[in-house]
C-alpha cells in the first residue's frame, strides 16, 4: 500500500525474498509553469540489515519540455501614405518543443490607428489596450495576426509600431520579446 503526502509517496513493500523485485509506477501530472529540470528520487530502507546502503537510493533527472518564444511584425513596405492605410502581419514563433499558453501581446503605435485585429487565437481587443491574451502557440509552430490601422501621422513623419509578446516561455513582464516596424 503506498500514500502520499504534498510531493513524497511512502509504499511499504512487506516482506521482500531474496534477490526478488517489486515495482509501483507512480504517476504525476506537472503544473503549468514548471520549468528546468523534472528531479524524482527513489529510496528504499529496511528493517533488515544490509551489509551495501550505497544502492538504495536511485535519482533521475529529465529536462521539462519548454517553450521559446519570439515575435515578428511587418507591413512589407518602407513607406505608408499619410491618410492612408496599411496592414501588419504579427507572427508569434514558438521554437521549443512544449507549448506555450496564456501568452499575451501588446501593440504600441505611433502614427496610427489600430481598426482591426483578425487570424491568430485568444481574446483580441483594439480598445483600452490593443493587442490578445490567452493566445496558445504549439510547440515549433507559429501564430499569425492581421493588424488593420489607418497612417494618422503627418506627412514626413514616421509610422512606427511595436509589438512586445509576454509569457509562455522566455518573454516576461520585464523583459518581453518585441519587435517594431517603422
Same mark, same amino acid.
Given at each position: ?17 531474496? *534477490? ?5 509506477? $507512480?504517476?504525476?501530472?506537472?503544473? %503549468? ?37 519570439? %515575435? ?11 491618410? +492612408? ?11 521549443? /518543443? ?12 505611433? +502614427?496610427?490607428? $489600430? ?27 507559429? %501564430? ?5 490601422? *489607418? ?6 513623419? /514616421? ?21 517594431? /516596424?517603422?
Amino acid at each position: 500500500s503506498c500514500s502520499i503526502a504534498i510531493q513524497t509517496v511512502s509504499c511499504n513493500f512487506g516482506t521482500l525474498a531474496p *534477490n526478488a523485485t517489486r515495482t509501483y509506477t $507512480i504517476t504525476g501530472t506537472l503544473g %503549468v509553469d514548471a520549468t528546468g529540470n523534472l528531479v524524482n528520487t527513489a529510496t528504499t530502507t529496511t528493517t533488515t540489515p544490509d551489509p551495501d546502503t550505497s544502492n538504495n537510493s536511485s535519482t533521475s533527472t529529465t529536462p521539462m519540455a519548454q517553450s521559446s518564444l519570439t %515575435v515578428s511584425k511587418s507591413n512589407g513596405t518602407s513607406t505608408v501614405l499619410a491618410g +492612408g492605410t496599411t496592414t501588419y502581419t504579427v507572427t508569434i514563433s514558438n521554437s521549443g /518543443d512544449a507549448q506555450a499558453t496564456g501568452v499575451t501581446w501588446t501593440d504600441s503605435p505611433t +502614427g496610427l490607428q $489600430i481598426t482591426e485585429i483578425t487570424g491568430g487565437n485568444g481574446t483580441c481587443t483594439i480598445s483600452p489596450t490593443i493587442g490578445c491574451t490567452g493566445v496558445t502557440v504549439p510547440a515549433n509552430s507559429s %501564430v499569425s495576426f492581421t493588424v488593420k490601422a *489607418n497612417v494618422t501621422g503627418a506627412a514626413g513623419t /514616421d509610422a512606427v509600431n511595436t509589438a512586445s509578446v509576454t509569457g509562455g516561455g522566455g518573454c516576461t513582464v520585464n523583459a518581453p520579446c518585441t519587435s517594431t /516596424d517603422t
